[in-house]
């Protein structure tokens, strides 16, 4: 759970950016080393969701915990699956 832990406060960091350009991001869980998050408000509909998530998200998160393989944004799945 530690793991889970330090990923939702790097989360919490980076929240104030996103709702500063009026988006936000929710912490969805930590599984098999990826991490699900869902991107809202202004994010979800951005043209630059994936360098967000890609260069920004994942990139703080895996600085801090590198056995994250990657960060998804499940509004690019079936929310039922989750």
Known sequence: MEQEEKIIEIIEKLRPYLISDGGDIQFVKYENNIVYVRLTGACANCHMIDITLKD???AAIQEEVPEVEEVVNLL???MDEF
């Open 56 to 58: 920004g998200i994942e």
């Open 76 to 78: 690019s799945f079936d």
